[in-house]
Nanobody, 126 residues
């Protein structure tokens, strides 16, 4: 069954770090043009956090995470990562990864995505 699986979420204190992983099963991430990370906080709309192209040559971040989060990918492991440092309470939410099969225009954070994972919870609290 084609699916994306996120892992690495958890409870962390403000200022702490977490690394999320997005692994694909039954398909190859590098066959898609873009992988994105999104998050949804309670009572809020889902927002784009970061995205990375197949080659890694195109990367974008939401302004709220620039300088703190780093997206990367290991095509050999069929996995995309999101390194999150200096975490803040406002980073709390369910984090999802998603893939898109066709290139679009504008920021990849605003694209519509085709395949979604089930999400992993990140809670930043003291």
């Amino acid at each position: 069954q084609v699916q994306l699986v996120e892992s690495g979420g958890g409870l962390v204190q403000p200022g702490g770090s977490l690394t999320l992983s997005c692994a694909a099963s039954e398909f190859t991430l590098s066959n898609t043009v873009m992988v994105g990370w999104f998050r949804q906080a309670p009572g809020k709309e889902r927002e784009g956090v970061s995205c990375i192209s197949r080659s890694g040559g195109t990367i974008d971040y939401a302004n709220s995470v620039k300088g703190r989060f780093t997206i990367s990918r290991d095509n050999a492991k069929n996995t995309v990562y999101l390194q999150m440092n200096s975490l803040k309470p406002e980073d709390t939410g369910v984090y999802y990864c998603a893939t898109r099969n066709l290139w679009s225009s504008g920021s990849c954070l605003s694209w519509s995505y085709d395949q979604w994972g089930q999400g992993t919870q990140v809670t930043v609290s003291s």
